[in-house]
């Protein structure tokens, strides 16, 4: 694949562009952006779920065949630091390595959801203000992957080329505390410290690339529809943002508030045994949910409804049908 002008938009590699859209190649390289990003929450949501699921042989079996997957979805947007990572995890999965590949495997689904979510956001971009932001973006991402590329280092027993990418970090954030800190550890020999402010300082990295991005996946929302498929719309709409539950009753949603705390609500008004109305104030009448965004979601616009959802307390009201950009826009709104 050829490298093509236009605006970089993630990651320190070669390529990576978005083609101007007078390019005769924009077409093509967008829809394989798109597949990128549609593709990617779902995979990785596989992946994770695999991690506990299945016993070890089937692990492996299934780890390469998405590995090999991975790779192809990369090297189609052009990551080839991405795909040489999902190369390297290929490698382990085939020497039957596990426990290195669960390692490497949570760092590398961080930087390929990280990557999905700015590309989502940085695409077809305009303003000055987003070009910056897109800048900032990669720049948090380039150290994140160092940070990789370090800890790998040192798991394969390649000290010396470890703590010279480390002195580059240094000399080139002269201003990162962190970088000269982990330095410190390594010339030391204290590789388990080592590791873990490596995953310190990524984790930071990583959480500034999602807070640009808009992504804050310690936030949970719960949503509550008798419709299936309005509850797979609301998860795929935001999954890659928040951590959604997803339950089709009222009362299922009161048992959820037994064992966890969502910090915002997504409710259908009209459902059978108990309503949106009744359960939202249900929700409210609990003091730790006073003030926690709650939002109707319903196909019914009526004056009344509006009126009545108001008086029970809630924060926004969007009418069905909507769209992902609009619901993750409204969302946004109070989990920022």
Do not use: W
């Not at 961080?110 to 070009?131: G, H, I, P, T």
């Not at 990524?202 to 999602?210: V, W």
Request: aromatic residues 8%; negative net charge; hydrophobic residues 40%.
């Amino acid at each position: 694949m050829e490298t093509y002008d236009g605006a970089r938009y993630y990651h320190s590699v070669p390529g990576l562009l978005v083609p101007r859209k007078t390019d005769k190649t924009y077409e093509k390289i967008n829809e394989d952006i798109n597949s990128f990003i549609d593709t990617i929450p779902g995979l990785i949501e596989s992946i994770e779920d695999n991690f506990a699921n299945i016993d070890s042989e089937k692990r492996q079996r299934f780890f390469n065949q998405n590995m090999e997957y991975l790779r192809s979805l990369l090297a189609n947007i052009y990551a080839r630091g991405l795909e040489a990572d999902a190369m390297r995890l290929q490698r382990h999965i085939e020497s039957g390595s596990m426990f290195q590949v669960e390692k490497l495997m949570r760092a590398f689904i961080m930087d390929v959801l990280s990557l999905s979510v700015a590309m989502q956001r940085a695409q077809n971009f305009e303003s000055k203000d987003k070009e910056e932001e897109v800048s900032e973006i990669e720049f948090h991402a380039k150290q994140a992957k160092s940070l990789s590329d370090v800890s790998n280092l040192i798991g394969d027993d390649e000290f010396e080329r470890a703590l010279k990418m480390t002195r580059e970090l240094v000399i080139h954030n002269p201003k990162e505390s962190g970088f000269a800190e982990l330095l410190d550890l390594l010339q030391a020999k204290k590789h388990n410290e080592a590791m873990t402010k490596i995953e310190t300082l990524r984790d930071i990295h990583i959480g500034a690339i999602n807070q640009i991005a808009g992504v804050n996946l310690s936030k949970t929302i719960l949503a509550v529809d008798d419709m299936p498929e309005i509850l797979s719309f609301v998860n795929n709409a935001l999954k890659s943002h928040y951590k959604i539950i997803a339950v089709t009753s009222a009362n299922a949603a009161l048992k959820v508030l037994e064992s966890q705390k969502p910090d915002l609500f997504i409710l259908d008004i009209d459902m059978p045994i108990m309503d949106g109305f009744e359960l939202a104030g249900l929700i409210r009448k609990k003091e730790e949910y006073a003030k926690t965004p709650l939002i109707f979601l319903t196909g019914n616009s009526t004056r009344e409804h509006i009126t009545s959802a108001m008086a029970i307390g809630c924060n926004d009201f969007i009418v069905k049908p909507s769209n992902h950009e609009y619901l993750l826009t409204k969302v946004g709104k109070y989990l920022s």
